[in-house]
């Protein structure tokens, strides 16, 4: 199983700041990484599929970049609708797909 | 637009069983791979079950496989999870989830999620 470690846990930020979030996979997923966006009481939202590329309809404040192990969501500015929790997945080795344990993004 | 709405979560007893189903609309069903995902209160996202648009292929998460089976009606564009021997840990709210495209395994539309309680 291809393990997902997101760091850091929690991201105390104020609008208007770049946030940067980190996924990092147990073995190389190649570019086979996605990004979701989640709010209280909603479903997960797609943000960034295959590393780099924007979801429909995502800003394009939002972007993703890295490879094989190290994957990075950027968000260039916060928009205070940006603050959520934020979750990385991949596809590229399963069953089973496996998801990482989520990045809070809050308001300082 | 594409629409995903869960229905069949509540409350049941351990060892208990409970079937949710999702009623797909707005794209071509019968194109698309479905999946079920969980969430636990207060934690992060589960994988749980999948399965091919045409029903070949069928994958479970090792937490529920033996208990949980996958299927689908390309007619009525449903996709449902029935769950026997129900546990405490599968207490969750449960997601379907459309992929993005065939072979692709992440998810471009969610429902609104259904909720399982298993408590006795």
Not at chain 1, 5 to 23: D, F, I, K, N, V
Not at chain 1, 53 to 62: D, K, L
Request: with cysteine; hydrophobic share 30%.
């Amino acid at each position: 199983e291809v393990v997902l470690t997101q760091s850091p846990a929690t991201l105390s930020l104020s609008p208007g700041e770049r946030a940067t979030l980190s996924c990092r996979t147990s073995q190389s997923v190649g570019s086979s990484l996605a990004w979701y966006q989640q709010k209280p009481g909603q479903a997960p939202r797609l943000l960034i599929y295959d590393t780099s590329n924007r979801a429909t309809g995502i800003p394009a404040r939002f972007s993703g970049s890295g490879s094989e192990t190290d994957f990075t969501l950027t968000i260039s500015s916060l928009e205070p609708e940006d603050f959520a929790v934020y979750y990385c997945q991949q596809r590229s080795h399963w069953p089973p797909l496996t998801f990482g344990g989520g990045t809070k993004v809050e308001i300082k | 637009q594409v629409q995903l709405v869960e229905s069949g979560g509540g409350v049941v007893q351990p060892g208990g069983s409970l079937r949710l189903s999702c009623a797909a609309s707005g794209f071509s069903f019968s194109n698309y791979g479905m999946h079920w995902v969980r969430q636990a209160p207060g934690k992060g996202l589960e994988w749980v079950a999948f399965i091919r648009y045409s029903a070949s292929n069928i994958d479970y998460a090792d937490s529920v496989k033996g208990r949980f089976t996958i299927s689908r009606d390309n007619s009525k564009n449903t996709v449902s999870l029935q769950m026997n021997s129900l546990r405490a840990e599968d207490t969750a709210v449960y997601y379907c989830a459309k992929e993005r495209r065939d072979a692709y395994s992440d998810f471009d539309y969610w429902g609104q999620g259904t909720l399982v309680t298993v408590s006795s």
